[in-house]
């Protein structure tokens, strides 16, 4: 990467980011696409199935559709916040897909260009300091609206981000521990090509702890109290319409791309796959090796949808308590447990049977303190599917 | 100029503009959001230097929790629009004037010693170490710096528990 001629790191460079870029709003489409087809699957209906093959142009009716529509600012919004804040969303959104590393690497002409747009030193530390701006757009969006609802929204998002932020960042811990680097390449690497080598299952409750904190990071359900319909019409988005809320809209989907993007190259392999990502010639293997990471952020992705259209959205008290009282131990004993068991055996095998039991103990013992904390009955609403019992049920 | 130094004068402005604002603003929200501004300069300015690793801490403690904390607050309070009468009270008035004095006393200084080159030269030996990867910067966390490192941590952990206390016995009053 660094013996590469100016003129052809410039080009490939920008190559890249091109590439990468109409590959996120692509995908962003096919998201769309993809979760109203598999939404109306599982719910036993059709989905739009009109526009273009199998509804496959949906899409882009509905971004004409928003491009159309009248561009309206209500009267009563803080005006430079109110158009500030949808890019605030898209833009963290659009720039972390930079330092993931989507494939190894390509020869050109002689010239080999690695797979990632910005191969820095600090990658993970850069994707979270990004994951954290993320809260600003919802934030802002919700106050200059002007609406109670849309504060409300913008509370509850960003108490949830702030909360959920500590375990996505004390999750990806051990994983650094024993790669001992906070490159995502170097990360890729060393796990190795088989999925028994892959971190999420030496690391399995971090993956766990993980995985549902970049759920609630992207405000899905069941983690979208930000915009629970029943409760605060549309949360912090309230107040918008055409293409501004499409940007709030886009700006979700992107989040669940990266965030998968994300996920798999910390804990699922990254372009790794028994092997498959060698065969070929110097060209064809990076085209191999991006398919296979592309395949696996897919899956991933569909892990989404199928979540979203299978769990009930929790209560915000239940919010608060899972996220501080079972992900923050979860991930917290991780951390220890990885450090003791790898400095002592240095083997990996040890450390991931080492912290499933600990993760299982952990979660056991906050259950029971829990169910026995848990109110009496009488004061606690008894017909209501969620109490505390039930959330421990779903852990 | 080179484009370390082109660089250098658009992330310096930008955080003195941002600094600025921070005070110029009417509007709490405004004067948070320049505030963060300032800091996503500062930590270009940090990435300028080679420390790679204070620049994104810069960006994670500061603009990604501090600053959403304090707009988490102004929002809830919904603080209004401060008018510039309450906002420096007439006893401050003094204070101010003294500090600022003293404010424009050191920038002379400074600017006199950069006129002069001597305060570069003295500061250069400093600015040359070269610890300043994530590696290195644990590395002495861990060995030579272990006992501040520990000492800070309890003192937040001490904040911590105290808020934790001071939250935990209103409450229970109020039940």
Known sequence: ?395 | MNAEQILFILFGAVSLIGAVAVISFRHPIYSALSLVVTFFAQAGLFLLLGAHFVAAVQVIVYAGAIMVLFLFVIMLLNLGTLSVKGAIGGKLKGFAIILGILLAIEGIYIATNVLNNTAIAAAQPATAAPNTTTYDIGELLFSKYLLPFEVTSLILLAALIGVIVLVKRSSNDSI
């Open chain 1, 1 to 395: 990467m660094e013996n590469l001629p100016f003129s052809v790191l410039i080009i490939s460079s920008i190559v890249k980011i091109l590439f990468i870029a109409h590959l996120l709003i692509i995908g962003v489409m096919a998201m769309i696409w993809a979760e109203r087809r598999v939404s109306g699957w599982m719910q036993d209906r059709l989905g739009p199935n009109r526009v273009g093959f199998q509804g496959i142009l949906q899409p882009i009716a509905d971004g004409i559709k928003f491009l159309f529509k009248e561009d309206l600012i209500p009267d009563h919004v803080d005006k430079p916040l109110y158009v500030l804040a949808p890019a605030m969303v898209l833009i963290p959104a659009l720039v972390t897909i930079a330092v993931v590393p989507f494939g190894s690497s390509i020869t050109v002409l002689g010239h080999e260009i690695s797979l990632q747009v910005a191969d820095i030193n600090i990658g993970i530390l850069y994707i979270l300091a990004i994951t954290s701006l993320g809260v600003y757009g919802v934030v802002l969006g919700a106050w200059a609206s002007n609406n109670k609802y849309s504060l409300l929204g913008g509370l509850r998002s960003s108490a949830q981000m702030i909360s959920y932020e500590l375990t996505l960042g004390l999750a990806i811990i051990g994983v650094l521990m024993l790669t001992s680097s906070l490159h995502l390449r170097a990360i890729a690497e060393a796990q190795g090509a088989y999925p028994w080598h892959w971190n999420f299952l030496i690391h399995f409750p971090a993956f766990l702890a993980f995985t549902t904190a970049m759920f609630a990071e992207t405000n899905r359900l069941p983690f979208d109290l930000a915009e629970a319909e029943q409760e605060l019409v549309a949360g912090y988005h309230t107040e918008y319409s055409s293409m501004k809320f499409a940007m709030f809209f886009m700006a979700e989907y992107m989040h669940m791309i990266v965030g998968s993007a994300v996920t798999v190259t910390l804990f699922l392999g990254g372009w790794h796959f028994f092997g498959l990502e060698n065969i070929g010639g110097p060209v064809w293997s990076g085209v191999i090796s991006f398919g296979i990471f592309f395949a696996k952020t897919a899956i991933f992705l569909f892990v989404f949808i199928w979540v979203r259209w299978t769990l009930p959205r929790f209560r915000y008290d239940q919010l608060m308590n899972f996220g501080w009282k079972f992900l923050l131990p979860v991930t917290l004993t991780s951390i220890v447990v990885t450090g003791t068991l790898w400095i002592i055996t240095g083997s990996r095998l040890v450390v991931g049977i080492g912290n499933a039991v600990a993760g299982f103990i952990v979660v056991s013992i906050v259950a029971g303190l829990l169910v026995m904390d848990a109110p009496k009955p009488a004061m606690q609403d008894s017909d209501n599917p969620l109490t505390p019992t039930a959330l421990n049920a779903i852990e």
